[in-house]
């Protein structure tokens, strides 16, 4: 059972664009909503992360708003650089449950143009 | 301070040997999860565990697959009787607390099985 949708899949954006990425979830007992980063033959490494005591949350270039009613959280990244090109996963973990539920979603892969 | 380790690296196995992954997490995270991710794809969930315990085994694809936990620290992945459908990027990421903070991946093993 899918308990995130996250999209677009890929995304390709000119040098100082804003790419926004979105992640939309089912279930509503989770109290963490982070974004790791993945780079070719590296393991993922957390970017940002929210909890769900505000809406929003900026780190340098990038942003992450979490909208609580529309159960959904994005990623923002400002003035984007190449080498920001990664791909991108939103993992919120359950607060309970099976550890099946434990899930990424499926990763947006982010290129950046110079 | 050191990372989550992963060994070996790179291994490449004939169809029906066994393998053993092993993943050295940070000191004193409580929790530690492997993930399998497969070329382009995202992660998939397999096994998670809260000191030496997984309470919950049923994300690990078939019964080749088994995983220990021993003196809360290192952990052994084992696949018997590998099958080419088993290759892929082997990742291990340990946290504090399980589902409720940021997770330290280790650098992945590639298996290959031929």
Known sequence: QQQVKQSPQSLIVQKGGIPIINCAYENTAFDYFPWYQQFPGKGP?????????????????????????????????????????????????????????????????????? | GAGVSQSPSNKVTEKGKDVELRCDPISGHTALYWYRQSLGQGLEFLIYFQGNSAPDKSGLPSDRFSAERTGGSVSTLTIQRTQQEDSAVYLCASSPRPFRDEQYFGPGTRLTVT
């Open chain 1, 45 to 114: 490494a957390l970017l940002i992360a929210i909890r769900p005591d505000v809406s929003e949350k900026k780190e340098g270039r990038f942003t992450i708003s979490f909208n609580k009613s529309a159960k959904q959280f994005s990623l923002h990244i400002m003035d984007s650089q190449p080498g920001d090109s990664a791909t991108y996963f939103c993992a919120p973990p359950p607060i309970s449950g099976s550890a099946r539920q434990l899930t990424f979603g499926s990763g947006t892969q982010l290129t950046v143009l110079p």
